[in-house]
């Protein structure tokens, strides 16, 4: 018996193609035309996704010409994106669509005019041009419905309505859409990259991002800037680098470490770090740590704002601060300028001169020789003066480096020169609203006398390196052992700067004018050295006190104080008596160099003299050595430098003296002489 035949297996058929000779002509059609508008929205972004639509457009629906365009302004200024015609892209161009069929499209939906365009609409010039016959045309729109553009087609041929033209046509222009979309938004995103670039890079303040190795991963120009140092410098550098190499600041810099691998937030710490200049650099610290999808902490974003300025000025001000106390405390401790001792008539004419003037503003001249207590008086003006609740500022203007007399009076801004890192204060602005004490302000170089001049005449002056006048309510007392008239005839003093500050001359007494107030101060002094040491002392004998009424002081009352310091300290009993080497042989006058119709005092005059020793036995070198420095400093109320200065009366070098005082052990406290 014969067995069927097994039926055959079916056969897995693809999806229909255009070319597949089994499908009819017109279902063959449909597939060439969504092929087409397939591949023509399939490819590329931006202008080649365009051009690649339009000439995929007019292949599926068969026409010659496509546009896709946009409106880059209000409606009616279009502007094509990409231009088909026939067989070619053509350039894009601008143009206005007021009387055109395109401009119906901005009131939505599809316009179609399947024949006699040209009749229509003779103003539509690139139409007529072309012959064009049909037309259609639909708007596409974002998804909050605005119109972006239109995509249109047209046709020396009429277009007849189809309802697989308007199918594709539809597709097309959602593409379009969807492209112009998100084109607009990418540019929107470039824009605020842009500016958002352009403002991390340009801040004023330091921005960075800071990996868990402690390397900086990225950096502002501003951060660089700061630091002194390239961009590439910095990023790829460790942060703590830029940290002090000192206690405090590896101190600092491991408790921001810990907080970044804490994942705990800084904010506001104030940070110092070094400029690539080795310069201080203060900065406020704002630091977040980062984490990863499993909560490891990552990269931390921080930023510094620069307090350099406000750090140094605040030290700045703390020091001065602390300057003036430290001045008022050593005036009332070591010189007691609370209170003047004596009654002589001499003394009392000076203080009833005090008296009258200290209510005023009057700038006050004090002279006299060295020792007899110009600084006390001034003490004094000032302390009954409406001022006295405001500080006294003293400035020893002999004691000022030559470089910097006008930086320390008036003061001096940032970048002034070289070392000025931060602006500074002069003293001028420090006595604002009090005193101002020039002691030996003849020793004022002649650029700092103009600037002087100036604050007494406008009461304004210009910190070095500075643009803007300062204006200051300062009273001015000076004071100098010189004879400044004589200053001024001789051209080393202006002779302006000297009338005005002899509006209240004071002439102060020396030692040897007011002996009746010696046994005063003698009992004032001895009571004073001893309780500072510890020693109660009774009283000074009579022999002893006959001997310091008779001598002629020539360094006055600070010479008084240093031989009754040195008494006290050798003392042994209750009576300090005073030994006959502490004092030169009795002279009734002053010695030549401080009397004020002498020639200036020359070390040569002294050179020869023998040297007198209380036991007979000659002293060492070294001594005699050092003794006599020690005279010729407290002669010059220890000012080294300068035409009076020390190291000009011994005819040697200012840095030869400091060196010779050093290795002798000469300070100022080493009053007394072996």
Same mark, same amino acid.
């Given at each position: 018996?014969?067995?069927?035949?097994?039926?055959?297996?079916?056969?897995?058929?693809?999806?229909?193609?255009?070319?597949?000779?089994?499908?009819?002509p017109e279902v063959r059609e449909d597939l060439r035309a969504l092929q087409a508008a397939v591949e023509g929205t399939a490819r590329g972004t931006g202008e080649e996704f365009f051009q690649s639509l339009v000439r995929h457009l007019a292949e599926a629906i068969d026409v010659q010409y496509a546009v896709v365009a946009e409106f880059p302004k209000a409606p009616p200024f279009v502007r094509t994106l990409a231009f088909w015609e026939r067989d070619r892209l053509g350039s894009n161009f601008e143009y206005d669509f007021t009387g055109t069929p395109c401009a119906e499209v901005v009131a939505g939906g599809l316009v179609h005019y399947p024949t006699g365009v040209s009749r229509l609409f003779p103003k539509a010039t690139p139409?007529?041009?072309?012959?064009?016959?049909?037309?259609?045309? #639909?708007?596409?729109?974002?998804?909050?419905?605005?119109?972006?553009?239109?995509?249109?087609?047209?046709?020396?041929?009429?277009?007849? &309505?189809?309802?697989?033209?308007?199918?594709?046509?539809?597709?097309? #222009? #959602?593409?379009?859409? *969807? %492209?112009?979309?998100?084109?607009?938004?990418?540019?929107?995103?470039?824009?605020?990259?842009?500016?958002?670039?352009?403002?991390?890079?340009?801040?004023?303040?330091?921005?960075?991002?800071?990996?868990?190795?402690?390397?900086?991963?990225?950096?502002?120009?501003?951060?660089?800037?700061?630091?002194?140092?390239?961009?590439?410098?910095?990023?790829?550098?460790?942060?703590?680098?830029?940290?002090?190499?000192?206690?405090?600041?590896?101190?600092? +810099?491991? %408790?921001?470490?810990?907080?970044?691998?804490?994942?705990?937030?800084?904010?506001?710490?104030?940070?110092?770090?070094?400029?690539?200049?080795?310069?201080?650099?203060?900065?406020?610290?704002?630091?977040?740590?980062?984490?990863?999808?499993?909560? $490891?902490?990552?990269?931390?974003?921080?930023?510094?704002?620069?307090?350099?300025?406000?750090?140094?000025?605040?030290?700045?001000?703390?020091?001065?601060? /602390?300057?003036?106390?430290?001045?008022?405390?050593?005036?009332?401790?070591?010189?007691?300028?609370?209170?003047?001792?004596?009654? +002589?008539?001499?003394?009392?004419?000076?203080?009833?001169?005090?008296?009258?003037?200290?209510?005023?503003?009057?700038?006050?001249?004090?002279?006299?020789?060295?020792?007899?207590?110009?600084?006390?008086?001034?003490? *004094?003006?000032?302390?009954?003066?409406?001022?006295?609740?405001?500080?006294?500022?003293?400035?020893?203007?002999?004691?000022?480096?030559?470089?910097?007399? /006008?930086?320390?009076?008036?003061?001096?801004?940032?970048?002034?020169?070289?070392?000025?890192?931060?602006?500074?204060?002069?003293?001028? %602005? $420090?006595?604002?609203?009090?005193?101002?004490?020039?002691?030996?302000?003849?020793?004022?170089?002649?650029? &700092?006398?103009?600037?002087?001049?100036?604050?007494? =005449?406008?009461?304004?002056?210009?910190?070095?390196?500075?643009?803007?006048?300062?204006?200051?309510?300062?009273?001015?007392? *000076?004071?100098?052992?010189?004879?400044?008239?004589?200053?001024?005839?001789?051209?080393?003093?202006?002779?302006?700067?000297?009338?005005?500050?002899?509006?209240?001359?004071?002439?102060?007494?020396?030692?040897?004018?007011?002996?009746?107030?010696?046994? &005063?101060?003698?009992?004032?002094?001895?009571?004073?050295?001893?309780?500072?040491?510890?020693?109660?002392?009774?009283?000074?004998?009579?022999?002893?006190?006959?001997?310091? +009424?008779?001598?002629?002081? @020539?360094?006055?009352?600070?010479?008084?104080?240093?031989?009754?310091?040195?008494?006290?300290?050798?003392?042994?009993?209750?009576?300090?008596?005073?030994?006959?080497?502490?004092?030169?042989?009795?002279? +009734?006058? @002053?010695?030549?160099?401080?009397?004020?119709? #002498?020639?200036?005092?020359?070390?040569?005059?002294?050179?020869?003299?023998?040297?007198?020793?209380?036991?007979?036995?000659?002293?060492?070198?070294?001594?005699?050595?050092?003794?006599?420095?020690?005279?010729?400093?407290? =002669?010059?109320?220890?000012?080294?430098?300068?035409?009076?200065?020390?190291?000009?009366?011994?005819?040697?070098?200012?840095?030869?003296?400091?060196?010779?005082?050093?290795?002798?052990?000469?300070?100022?406290?080493?009053?007394?002489?072996?």
């Amino acid at each position: 018996m014969a067995r069927e035949p097994r039926s055959a297996a079916p056969i897995e058929r693809g999806p229909p193609s255009a070319s597949d000779p089994s499908v009819s002509p017109e279902v063959r059609e449909d597939l060439r035309a969504l092929q087409a508008a397939v591949e023509g929205t399939a490819r590329g972004t931006g202008e080649e996704f365009f051009q690649s639509l339009v000439r995929h457009l007019a292949e599926a629906i068969d026409v010659q010409y496509a546009v896709v365009a946009e409106f880059p302004k209000a409606p009616p200024f279009v502007r094509t994106l990409a231009f088909w015609e026939r067989d070619r892209l053509g350039s894009n161009f601008e143009y206005d669509f007021t009387g055109t069929p395109c401009a119906e499209v901005v009131a939505g939906g599809l316009v179609h005019y399947p024949t006699g365009v040209s009749r229509l609409f003779p103003k539509a010039t690139p139409l007529v041009e072309r012959g064009i016959d049909g037309y259609m045309a #639909a708007p596409f729109m974002d998804r909050n419905g605005e119109i972006l553009g239109h995509l249109a087609v047209f046709d020396k041929r009429p277009l007849p &309505a189809e309802p697989r033209r308007s199918f594709i046509f539809r597709i097309f #222009a #959602a593409r379009a859409a *969807a %492209e112009q979309e998100r084109m607009r938004a990418e540019q929107k995103l470039q824009a605020s990259e842009a500016r958002y670039r352009d403002l991390f890079e340009n801040a004023p303040n330091a921005y960075l991002v800071v990996g868990t190795d402690g390397r900086v991963l990225s950096a502002n120009h501003r951060l660089a800037e700061m630091l002194g140092f390239h961009v590439d410098e910095v990023v790829g550098a460790e942060i703590h680098s830029f940290m002090p190499d000192t206690p405090a600041g590896k101190t600092r +810099s491991m %408790e921001i470490y810990r907080k970044h691998m804490a994942g705990e937030a800084v904010s506001g710490w104030e940070l110092e770090l070094r400029r690539k200049d080795d310069r201080p650099l203060w900065v406020n610290v704002w630091m977040e740590p980062s984490r990863d999808e499993d909560g $490891a902490v990552g990269p931390s974003r921080a930023f510094f704002v620069d307090v350099t300025d406000r750090v140094m000025a605040v030290r700045e001000t703390k020091r001065l601060r /602390e300057q003036n106390l430290y001045l008022q405390e050593e005036i009332k401790s070591d010189h007691d300028f609370e209170r003047i001792i004596g009654e +002589s008539r001499a003394l009392l004419d000076v203080l009833a001169k005090v008296g009258r003037v200290a209510p005023t503003d009057a700038t006050v001249l004090i002279t006299g020789e060295t020792g007899t207590g110009k600084e006390l008086i001034a003490r *004094a003006i000032h302390s009954t003066s409406r001022r006295k609740d405001r500080p006294l500022i003293k400035v020893n203007c002999a004691a000022l480096p030559a470089g910097l007399v /006008e930086s320390e009076l008036f003061g001096h801004e940032k970048g002034a020169f070289s070392g000025a890192i931060a602006r500074r204060l002069g003293r001028f %602005e $420090a006595a604002d609203g009090g005193t101002i004490f020039l002691d030996e302000v003849g020793e004022l170089p002649p650029d &700092a006398q103009v600037k002087l001049l100036r604050v007494l =005449q406008e009461r304004e002056f210009d910190r070095v390196g500075g643009d803007a006048p300062i204006k200051v309510d300062v009273r001015v007392i *000076a004071a100098t052992n010189r004879d400044l008239l004589q200053e001024v005839q001789e051209k080393r003093f202006r002779e302006d700067l000297y009338y005005r500050l002899n509006v209240f001359p004071l002439r102060l007494p020396s030692l040897r004018e007011r002996r009746d107030d010696i046994p &005063a101060l003698v009992h004032f002094l001895v009571q004073k050295f001893g309780l500072r040491i510890g020693k109660h002392l009774a009283r000074v004998g009579g022999a002893t006190m006959q001997r310091l +009424s008779d001598y002629s002081w @020539p360094g006055n009352v600070r010479e008084l104080e240093n031989v009754l310091e040195r008494a006290v300290i050798l003392s042994t009993d209750s009576t300090p008596e005073i030994n006959l080497d502490f004092l030169p042989a009795q002279d +009734s006058a @002053p010695p030549q160099h401080l009397r004020s119709d #002498a020639e200036p005092f020359s070390v040569a005059q002294h050179r020869d003299a023998p040297t007198q020793f209380a036991d007979g036995r000659p002293e060492s070198l070294e001594v005699v050595e050092r003794n006599y420095i020690l005279t010729v400093l407290h =002669q010059t109320n220890w000012v080294i430098t300068g035409p009076n200065g020390a190291a000009t009366l011994l005819d040697i070098h200012p840095s030869t003296l400091r060196n010779r005082m050093k290795k002798l052990g000469i300070t100022r406290d080493s009053h007394h002489i072996r």
